[in-house]
């Protein structure tokens, strides 16, 4: 059973940094891409990064780009999201998933996901 | 990018009411739109991919049809669990999000 599970999150002052992280059990973490998506409180979601199996390819949102990292560890079956200078507007619960491909497309749809970690940004 | 109009943004049903909710894209797409359900306080699961493929472990009376820029998810007989938010999402280019679309009890 596919089991995410994100830490990390917190309160964080505009300007600050934090690094998520998502720990994956129950599926070969190595041979899947992965995704971090985020929720501001009441809103939409937002496709944020998504990042290859073996880490070579990674993509950024135009929101985060420059700002913030993924990366992972095969070895540990973990995921990560640095996230540096922070905005009020990145408040939001962060979910990390599980890419499925689609016709071929990889990292197409999101076929399990953790229950999410809230950052808020705030003075 | 690809943006992904929902219509609409909320509705009322009925147990056992059939409902469509749709996702217009605006440009095409072929088959690349999948569909989610989020139920408050929860995670989205994966409802629908590639437009009408059932996830697995979905239940049948959710169905997705279209190509193309228009698109439906269809509920055939509204059960309690069912009420909850509803986003498609494009996976064409740029991965986007439709605005979500508020199932409510009538």
């Known amino acids: 059973q596919v089991h995410l599970v994100e830490s990390g999150g917190g309160l964080v002052k505009p300007g600050g940094s934090l690094r998520l992280s998502c720990a994956a059990s129950g599926f070969n973490f190595s041979d899947s891409f992965m995704t971090w998506i985020r929720q501001a409180p009441g809103k939409g979601l937002e496709w944020v990064s998504y990042?290859?199996?073996?880490?070579?390819?990674?993509y950024y949102a135009e929101s985060v780009e420059g700002r913030f990292t993924i990366s992972r560890d095969n070895a540990k079956n973990s995921l990560y999201l640095q996230m540096n200078n922070l905005r009020a507007e990145d408040t939001a619960t962060y979910y990390c998933?599980?890419?499925?491909?689609?016709?071929?497309?990889?990292?197409?749809?999101?076929?399990?996901w953790g229950q999410g970690t809230l950052v808020t940004g705030s003075s | 990018d690809i943006q992904v109009t929902q219509s609409p943004s909320s509705l009322s049903a009925s147990l056992g009411d059939s409902v469509t909710v749709t996702c217009r894209a605006s440009?095409?797409?072929?088959?690349?739109l999948n569909w989610y359900q989020q139920r408050p306080g929860k995670a989205p699961k994966l409802l629908i991919y590639g437009a009408s493929n059932l996830q697995s472990g979905a239940p049948s009376r959710f169905s997705g049809r279209g190509s193309g820029t228009d698109f439906t998810l269809t509920i055939s007989s509204l059960q309690p669990e069912d009420f909850a938010t509803y986003y498609c999402?494009?996976?064409?280019?740029?991965?986007?999000f439709g605005q979500g679309t508020k199932v409510e009890v009538k």
């Open positions: 440009q095409n797409i072929s088959v690349y």
């Open positions: 990042i290859s199996n073996r880490g070579t390819t990674t």
């Open positions: 999402q494009q996976c064409y280019s740029t991965r986007t």
């Open positions: 998933a599980r890419n499925q491909a689609v016709l071929g497309v990889v990292a197409a749809s999101l076929d399990s």
